[in-house]
Each structure stands twice: as C-alpha cells, then as structure tokens.
C-alpha cells in the first residue's frame, strides 16, 4: 500500500501526493502523518490491513482501514479514505491516518 511506503520513508510529499483533493486541515494531516510514520517505522513487523467499506446512494464509499501490529502494545494505525466512486478514474480522498488511542 502505497500510503504505508510512503510514511515507512518519512516521505510528507510523497503521501500528500496520495490524495486527488486537499486535505481538510493540512496542518492536523501533517502532524498524523508524522506520528503514524513513527509508529510504522519503529515497529518491527508488517502490520495486517483490515478493512470495512461502507457504500452510500451517490454511489461514494468510505474505507476505513485499521493497520494491526503483532504486539499488542503497538496500538493500530486508523486510515480513512472517501472515494466518490467505484470506478477507477474516481476522486479519493485521506481523511485520517492516526494511531489508535486505547483508554483502558
């Protein structure tokens, strides 16, 4: 996934590439980035994706995505996308990519 590679190399340019239109709040994007690449450079293994796609009536889809670690002490890295469509010329958007909280 190139989202993952992108943060794995610490590479700002490279993920904000990623997203066909402007973050919400660049800034706050940044700043997630820069945690999450943390996050998946300091842990050893390859996380395992899980994703759930929800589908709306325009036709537009939401992608959440949970990077999960072995460790448990890793908490997962949380990715949202919007896609417009199904189709392969359709706009997708990041909307977040933060490490989990746990409040236990």
Known sequence: MEIVEAAKAEDWERFACLTDRP??????????FRDASGML????????LEAIVK???????????????NDPVD?????TLHSTSAAPESTIS?????QDVHFG
């Open 55 to 69: 589908y709306h009536d325009d036709g537009s889809r939401l992608i959440f995505a949970k990077l999960v670690f």
């Open 94 to 98: 990041i909307w977040t990519f933060y």
């Open 41 to 48: 450079r300091r842990v050893r293994d390859e996380p395992t």
């Open 23 to 32: 973050f919400a709040n660049t800034t706050a994007m940044a700043e997630q």
């Open 75 to 79: 908490l997962p890295i949380i990715l």
